[in-house]
């Protein structure tokens, strides 16, 4: 009777902190099999601000990111690659891993992306490049898919802003159950969601970053390597097409998010 009134869903409620609804991948769906105990989280929000002041803002690697980001401590951008996408090096405060556990940091491919109706797409994946070796002091964390989707909502006036994290934390193989010991640290992550909100509000406007020039719509212009948009649902090995929903970006204005009906 459930399933005849709510509709099947990708995601999961897990939590709502602060205003920001936290999701889970459904186990119906079987991402779980693409990035294996590293759970995909999503967090949800309607930020008062243009899609563009959002996307500028999330790109900037500039000194007034500290007042949203609590998470990064340092970011740079390693490499250019072409006009939508670079190698960034980001690492982490320490203060939110566990008592004993060693600072992470992050390799990305950054890619972003302008559609013709206002919405920004960025994605990152993690990637190796000979200029950034792993630290020693540094734990290298291993992000699989994120990204965020920021879609105008109320003329223009707002956005709708979509964060999407799977990462593996690299903990010790002896670690007890990791994938319960991973999912706060990324939840950690998508809460900046909410210091973003706050931050816009607080500014009433004036967000003012470093323009990042873009094209609009360019996917056809990517190469190969490049195309992975927040895709977190693949076409798995024995040919079984599973991407009726392979990313964020192919959900519309009108997807609605509920608890996924789980079966007894």
């Given at each position: 009777?459930?399933?005849?009134?709510?509709?099947?869903?990708?995601?999961?409620?897990?939590?709502?902190?602060?205003?920001?609804?936290?999701?889970?991948?459904?186990?119906?769906?079987?991402?779980?099999?693409?990035?294996?105990?590293?759970?995909v989280?999503?967090?949800?929000?309607?930020?008062?601000?243009?899609?563009?002041?959002?996307?500028?803002?999330?790109?900037?690697?500039?000194?007034?990111r500290?007042?949203?980001?609590?998470?990064?401590?340092?970011?740079?951008?390693?490499?250019?690659?072409?006009?939508?996408?670079?190698?960034?090096?980001?690492?982490?405060?320490?203060?939110?891993?566990?008592?004993?556990?060693?600072?992470?940091?992050?390799?990305?491919?950054?890619?972003?992306?302008?559609?013709?109706?206002g919405?920004?797409?960025?994605?990152?994946?993690?990637?190796?490049?000979?200029?950034?070796?792993?630290?020693?002091d540094y734990?290298?964390?291993?992000?699989?898919?994120?990204?965020?989707?920021?879609?105008?909502?109320?003329?223009?006036?707002?956005?709708r802003?979509?964060?999407?994290?799977?990462?593996?934390?690299?903990?010790?193989?002896?670690?007890?159950?990791?994938?319960?010991?991973?999912?706060?640290?990324?939840?950690?992550?998508?809460?900046?969601?909410?210091?973003?909100?706050?931050?816009?509000?607080?500014?009433?406007?004036?967000?003012?970053?470093?323009?990042?020039?873009?094209?609009?719509?360019?996917?056809?212009?990517?190469?190969?390597?490049?195309?992975?948009?927040?895709?977190?649902?693949?076409?798995?090995?024995?040919?079984?097409?599973?991407?009726?929903?392979?990313?964020?970006?192919?959900?519309?204005?009108?997807?609605?998010?509920?608890?996924?009906y789980?079966?007894?």
């Open positions: 009777m459930i399933s005849d009134v709510i509709a099947p869903s990708p995601w999961k409620i897990y939590s709502c902190h602060n205003g920001l609804r936290i999701f889970k991948e459904a186990p119906d769906w079987g991402f779980g099999r693409s990035w294996g105990n590293h759970p989280m999503m967090a949800v929000s309607v930020i008062e601000g243009t899609s563009e002041d959002i996307f500028q803002t999330l790109m900037s690697l500039r000194p007034s500290s007042e949203w980001d609590f998470c990064t401590h340092q970011g740079s951008v390693i490499d250019h690659i072409d006009d939508h996408t670079d190698i960034i090096h980001v690492k982490l405060y320490n203060d939110r891993l566990p008592r004993g556990m060693k600072p992470r940091d992050f390799l990305l491919q950054r890619y972003w992306r302008k559609e013709n109706d919405t920004y797409v960025i994605s990152f994946h993690s990637v190796h490049h000979k200029t950034c070796l792993p630290q020693r734990v290298r964390a291993s992000l699989q898919s994120g990204g965020f989707l920021i879609t105008p909502v109320k003329n223009g006036k707002a956005s802003v979509k964060h999407m994290l799977a990462i593996d934390w690299k903990f010790w193989k002896w670690y007890p159950c990791p994938s319960s010991a991973s999912t706060p640290l990324t939840i950690s992550l998508l809460e900046r969601l909410a210091a973003l909100r706050e931050y816009f509000k607080a500014k009433d406007g004036n967000c003012s970053s470093e323009p990042i020039a873009i094209k609009v719509d360019t996917k056809n212009e990517v190469t190969k390597d490049n195309k992975r948009v927040m895709e977190h649902v693949m076409e798995d090995k024995a040919g079984k097409d599973i991407s009726h929903c392979t990313s964020l970006t192919d959900m519309n204005d009108s997807d609605e998010f509920f608890d996924a789980e079966r007894m």
